[in-house]
């Protein structure tokens, strides 16, 4: 089952680059929660519905040009760490935003997310780090 959430997570990168949010709807559970860095304006995000607004509000805000720069398989839960080249839309402002995001997964769907903007506070989550 861990190789298949990994997998979800990259399906879900590519989602993302291709702008197109469907695809993440069926990745998540209809009742996820998402827990933002302690530092961003949002801490928590709930229901399906909230959670691909709140997506799409990257998309628009930031672009497509998000990568995941790496996996870590952790059975029921994926740590990813990822960076987002920000060509902003609106704005013109470019640059890019790292961080590190625990995807919990329950039945083959994603029901928590935490966010992290240092990576090192991910590692100590999930137990990789002192």
């Known amino acids: ?5 990994v997998d979800v ?3 879900q990168n590519a989602a993302v680059r291709r702008g197109d949010l469907d695809p993440l709807a069926a990745t998540i559970d209809p009742h996820i ?15 399906r519905e909230a959670a691909l607004a709140w997506y799409g509000g990257f998309l628009e805000l930031w672009g497509t040009d998000y990568r995941i720069e790496e996996v870590t398989d952790l059975g029921d839960r994926v740590l990813a760490r990822w960076c987002w080249h920000i060509h902003g839309l609106h704005s013109g402002v470019e640059g890019e935003q790292r ?4 995807c919990t ?11 992290f903007l ?7 989550a999930v137990g ?3």
């Open 118 to 124: 240092d990576h090192d506070e991910a590692l100590k």
């Open 9 to 11: 997570i990259w399906r």
């Open 33 to 47: 929660l998402i827990r933002t860095d302690a530092r961003w304006p949002e801490q928590r995000i709930y229901g």
């Open 1 to 5: 089952m861990s190789q298949e959430n």
């Open 105 to 115: 997964f329950r039945e083959g769907r994603i029901i928590l997310e935490e966010f």
């Open 99 to 102: 961080g590190s995001v625990i």
């Open 128 to 130: 990789l780090k002192e």
